[in-house]
């Protein structure tokens, strides 16, 4: 703590200002000291400032107290702070109440006006399996402009479809959202654009967008090494084998395990049998059913 916020810290408690006692909590919880933080959060409560409960779930979710921060946002509801509603949502869905997250997600697109529930709700969908109601939920999201929204509802529907009329739809989400990117990429690959979509790839690269790298490594790579186990129709063209390696090392420190699994064909085809085996095996543990595949081939009916 610097000797600023502590000296702030000693007249906000002095002053018996709720204001002033949620200002230096906000620094406090900024600078990781979140019980401090949350100490001065119960104070202004004390001191008739309800609302500010919504300060102590969030404090209190940062310290491992889920439990704690349902009933601080539900309080801090109960005094009209609306924009509670999201990060109850949030946590709910954390603790597994699904239905208590749909609930919270769709009151604080309706209630709050926060276009982020809408989104968080349509995430939601999509993970149960529900494809239609995930779509709904995003479009009244990318309805209020929410741009990642805009982005991801273009990125489902080329997946469903494959129609190149959502370009506009698609390079307007690239923006913010990685998978409309890179499903940009592979628009302008089945349309002919292979400069274009490298530039897309590399610019989403660059702004630390991960779904790009894999695609990337694939249009470097080309086709005839990734056959039959492609994810991302790569279109023929100059091969750079080296370049391919890179962009998949860069998306698996980027956190994407997919990446194991074709750079293990890479590894393959120059004869590493040995890394490619350690990358098909790192894609598997990560739930890769391509990547456990190709274990299973390179080990052989030996292997069971």
């Known amino acids: 703590m ?8 000693r007249a906000a408690w002095a002053s018996g200002s709720a204001d002033a006692l949620v200002d230096v909590g906000c620094d406090l919880a900024d600078e990781g000291r979140q019980e401090e933080a949350e100490e001065c959060f119960r104070r202004a409560i004390a001191l008739g400032e309800d609302w500010v409960w919504f300060n102590v779930g969030n404090t209190v979710r940062e310290l491992g107290r889920p439990e704690e921060a349902v009933e601080a946002y539900r309080r801090a509801l109960a005094a009209g702070e609306t924009d509670a509603w999201l990060n109850l949502g949030a946590v709910l869905e954390d603790l597994g109440d699904l239905d208590g997250a749909v609930d919270a997600y769709t009151r604080a697109g309706e209630e709050a006006r926060d276009p982020e529930g ?6 939601l969908r999509r993970e149960q399996g529900r494809p239609e109601a995930a779509e709904a939920a995003a479009d009244r999201a990318a309805a209020a402009g929410h741009l990642p929204a805009v982005g991801l509802l273009a990125s489902w529907r080329w997946q469903r479809t494959g129609d190149v009329a959502l370009e506009p739809l698609l390079r307007q989400g690239a923006a913010v959202c990685g998978a409309a990117r890179a499903d940009l990429a592979q628009l302008l690959l089945r349309t002919g654009r292979r400069p274009q979509a490298r530039a897309e790839l590399e610019r989403g690269a660059k702004l630390g967008q991960r779904e790009c790298w894999l695609p990337l490594g694939n ?5 005839d090494l990734l056959a039959g186990g492609e994810r991302d129709d790569p279109a023929s063209g100059d091969v ?4 391919a390696e890179d962009a998949y090392r860069a998306g698996i420190a980027a956190g994407d395990t997919h990446c194991h699994h074709n750079l293990g064909v890479l590894l393959l085809q120059r004869g590493e049998a040995a890394g490619a085996e350690e990358e098909f ?5 990560a739930g890769d059913a391509l990547a456990e595949r190709a274990l299973r081939r390179l080990r052989g009916p030996e292997a069971g």
């Open 2 to 9: 610097t000797d600023e916020l502590g000296q702030r810290l």
């Open 118 to 123: 809408f989104l968080r709700l349509a995430e």
């Open 219 to 223: 249009l470097f790579a080309g086709d």
């Open 240 to 243: 750079d084998l080296a370049a």
């Open 281 to 285: 095996r790192a894609g598997a543990v």
